[in-house]
């Protein structure tokens, strides 16, 4: 699917035009009204966060775990192994899901919606994409979709017992003369 990278090529053109309509003066360059495109840059980062707040619904930051999962909506959504335990960004387009690590695609999913239009009901369609990040510590043997998910359902939360109150009295421990 050449959707993925398109869509990212064009994201970054769009934040550096809006960040070109947002400065004030006319005369200067784009470099001298954003900022120069290193990726440390406030005021890049500022113009991307704000062409990204409008082109997609949500944007969510996420750590991935010891295995290379992202958590988001009580779903473990696999990212990289090889990233395990790096920042990553989870961006959600209508049912398109996907997992980003600097700006490059990890996997996209394709969700489904329970009634309440916020809870997952299925993440299906997963699909990787070949990235430089690779571990360097290679697999006993391959594993196929049947035997790997890469998208797992949560259980949901276990509401907490009450604890009974104890019905024993703490006797003094000297008698008071």
């Known amino acids: 699917m050449l959707f993925v990278p398109l869509y990212g090529a064009w994201r ?52 991935l775990d010891r295995l290379g999962y ?12 090889a990233l395990a ?34 809870h997952f009901k299925a993440v299906l369609g997963a699909r990787r994409f070949e990235i430089p990040y690779r571990s360097l510590q290679g697999r006993l043997w391959e594993l196929d979709e049947t035997m790997w998910h890469l998208a797992k359902q949560l259980p949901e939360y276990a509401r907490r017992k009450r604890q009974k109150k104890s019905e024993a009295v703490q006797l003094p421990l000297l008698e008071e003369l």
């Open 70 to 81: 992202a958590h988001f909506r009580r779903w473990k959504l696999y990212g990289e192994e």
């Open 85 to 118: 335990r790096h920042p990553t960004v989870i961006w959600l387009h209508g049912d398109a899901l996907t997992v980003e690590y600097q700006e490059t695609p990890l996997a996209q999913y394709t969700v489904r919606y329970q009634p309440d239009k916020k």
């Open 12 to 63: 970054e053109a769009f934040a550096a035009r809006l960040c070109f309509q947002e400065r004030q003066d006319y005369g200067n360059s784009n470099t001298q009204s954003c900022g120069s495109a290193r990726p440390g840059n406030q005021q890049t980062a500022h113009s991307r966060a704000v062409a990204s707040d409008f082109l997609c619904n949500t944007r969510i930051s996420r750590r």
